[in-house]
């Protein structure tokens, strides 16, 4: 899953650098995400039957490498034309586009599956099939996404997004809300954040860390129980949450995350 970037100011994105970003965070594929949390979540499904949408997905595909085998079609959005620019690289085969192999290559050896330079070309060649779109999206804007991609998704994945947009659990909240239109009744909301504060964790402030030559303007900090209740507010059932802490070694830094899995009634 991903991370979008948009402050109040709405006017540094040229700064952000989509594939320095990739490289300080997705390198290294022990770190970035508890990939087996995404990996049990899909497993529940049927395959080639799901819609989804990743929102906020950033520059990187990792919502796609879990999800291409359960999905039928597939969006992803987001608010920046240089993550969104970086995911067409990946598509069209740019060479200069940043590789996603080694990460693909973990995720089938924990689906139980072969982590061989042929399997690992097979599932980028299914999720170059089913990735029907990269298209614009705005948390903060009465139109949240672009025309046509309003779903609704049995599926909708949210990574690293909303606690870089908004400031507050309550503003972060009512975006849930906002977002929910995208979710089918009976679909899920999988929201990922970092920064989340509790005994023993020590979160980083991108604030004070700049990543990719980009400083974010604003980063909610909460305890991992604020995203299940963002959620129940919002009518989801909460089916499952995972917080795992570790120390990332690109950055030198310790964080901790949430993964936050919420049915929508």
């Not at 909301?189 to 030559?213: C, E, K, M, N, R």
């Amino acid at each position: 899953m991903s991370a979008a970037v948009i402050d109040d100011g709405r006017g540094n994105y040229d700064l952000f650098d989509s594939q320095g970003y990739l490289f300080k965070l997705f390198t290294d594929v022990t770190v970035v995400q508890d990939v087996a949390a995404h990996v049990e979540f899909f497993c529940q499904f049927p395959d080639n039957s799901l819609t989804m949408l990743d929102y906020g997905g950033g520059p990187n595909v990792f919502s796609l490498i879990v999800g291409a085998e359960k999905v039928a079609r597939y969006v992803h959005s987001d608010y920046t034309k240089n993550n969104r620019d970086e995911v067409e690289k990946w598509r069209n085969m740019d060479p200069k586009a940043f590789s996603w192999k080694d990460n693909v290559r973990r995720i089938l050896k924990l689906e139980g599956r072969e982590g061989t330079d042929e399997v690992v070309l097979r599932r980028e060649d299914r999720m170059r099939r089913v990735l029907e779109a990269v298209v614009y999206c705005d948390a903060k804007s009465d139109k949240m996404i672009a025309d046509g991609y309003e779903g609704p998704y049995d599926v909708v994945t949210c990574s690293f997004c909303l606690e870089c947009v908004f400031q507050t659990v309550e503003a972060l909240t009512e975006a849930i809300g906002r977002l929910s239109a995208l979710v089918k009744p009976g679909g899920y909301f999988v929201l990922t954040v970092s920064g989340v504060i509790g005994d023993h964790v020590i979160p980083y402030f991108f604030d004070q860390i700049p990543i990719a030559g980009f400083k974010y303007d604003g980063f909610l900090l909460a305890p991992a129980r604020c995203y299940v209740d963002a959620l129940k507010a919002n009518g989801y059932t909460v089916t499952r949450q995972v917080v795992r802490s570790y120390h990332h070694p690109t950055l030198n830094v310790d964080d901790a995350i949430a993964i936050t899995f919420g049915k929508k009634s």
